[in-house]
Structures are given as structure tokens and as C-alpha cells.
């Protein structure tokens, strides 16, 4: 649920970033293939749990530095803001892809099919809520919505420390076979 709020929120925020609204959306997808790629590469020697919070921790750090855009009495550095969202999109959009591996592969087989459809439901829930909050955060203040899922982001990710590693391992059948995993 998180990935998808930053992830659809960055989307959303492309228009509140400093310059034009056409190239920070071109920018906002284009940084989506580096993160695809070093997916790809590394999760076969790193494994689908320590990358996806490698990632998520990449995305919420470089938002939370959003912060560094307004400095020392109030002065506003606009590159800082496109440079901090740039970097969470690429942390958000490399979780994103190993999620997509990961999530199904924590359920057993007899339920693998409704327990990832559960998540996709909460995604949408979060993403029903997404516009209003970020147009009002938004007004409040440029850089909240950024910081806010940066925090999201980094506090996610620390639950995802305790799920289980699936690389190499035969996937569960049961709930029983899930339960003696660890």
C-alpha cells in the first residue's frame, strides 16, 4: 500500500516540482529504468527481501532530503527538490518491481491468489486517497508531501526486515509449511 502511495504520489507531485511540468514527467518515468535494471541484476545475487528494503530505504531517504530545499534563511534551491524526487522515484520504482516478486511468493499456494489481490485492494484504497492529500499538503507546504512519503517509505521498510528470504527457496504450499519457515 505504501509502494503505491509514493509511487502514484510522485506522479501526482511532478507538477508542484520546479520547471516545466513536461520534462520533470518525462524525467519522473525515464529514472523507472535504471531501478528496473539493477533489479534485474542484483535480486538473483541479494535476494528479493534485503533489495526490496534497499530500495524502499533509497526512495525514502532521498525524499526525506527533500527537506535541504529550503536552507538557511529561507532560501529555496528548486534543483534540490527535482534532484530528492528523482531519487525516490527510482528507489519506489525498484521496490515496486521486486514487490511484484516478493509479495506472491510469501503466500502459500492455497492462498497466494487472494492474499496478493488483498494487497492490490489496499493499494487502490491508497491511491483513492492519494490526490486529495497531496493537493492539500501541497498548499501547505512544497516540500511535506515529499517528506511525508519519505517517511512512509523508511518506516515500511522496517517491517519487511522480518519477513522471511524467498531466493532459493521452494515456494510454500501451506500455512503450516509458512509457519516453519523461519
Not at 57 to 79: D, P, R, Y
Not at 103 to 123: D, H, I, K, Q, Y
Not at 131 to 152: E, Q, T
Amino acid at each position: 500500500m505504501v509502494n503505491a502511495l509514493v509511487y502514484s504520489g510522485l506522479f501526482f507531485l511532478a507538477a508542484y516540482l520546479p520547471g516545466n511540468i513536461h520534462v520533470n514527467n518525462f524525467l519522473i518515468i525515464v529514472v523507472e529504468l535504471p531501478s528496473y535494471i539493477v533489479a534485474l541484476l542484483i535480486m538473483p545475487r541479494l535476494g528479493r527481501k534485503w533489495l526490496t528494503v534497499g530500495f524502499q530505504l533509497l526512495s525514502g531517504l532521498g525524499l526525506v532530503a527533500s527537506i535541504l530545499e529550503i536552507t538557511e534563511f529561507g532560501k529555496q534551491h528548486s534543483w534540490v527538490a527535482l534532484v530528492t524526487a528523482l531519487i525516490g522515484k527510482v528507489g519506489i520504482s525498484g521496490s515496486y518491481a521486486v514487490i511484484y516478486l516478493y509479495g506472491p511468493e510469501l503466500f502459500p499456494t492455497s492462498l497466494r491468489s487472494l492474499g496478493f489481490s488483498a494487497c492490490r485492494v489496499s493499494e487502490m484504497f491508497a491511491q483513492i486517497i492519494l490526490p486529495y492529500a497531496s493537493i492539500y499538503l501541497v498548499k501547505v507546504a512544497p516540500w511535506l508531501p515529499r517528506v511525508l512519503f519519505g517517511g512512509l517509505a523508511i518506516l515500511i521498510s522496517i517491517p519487511v526486515v522480518f519477513l522471511p528470504e524467498t531466493k532459493g527457496k521452494p515456494l510454500p504450499e501451506t500455512i503450516h509449511e509458512i509457519e516453519t519457515w523461519h
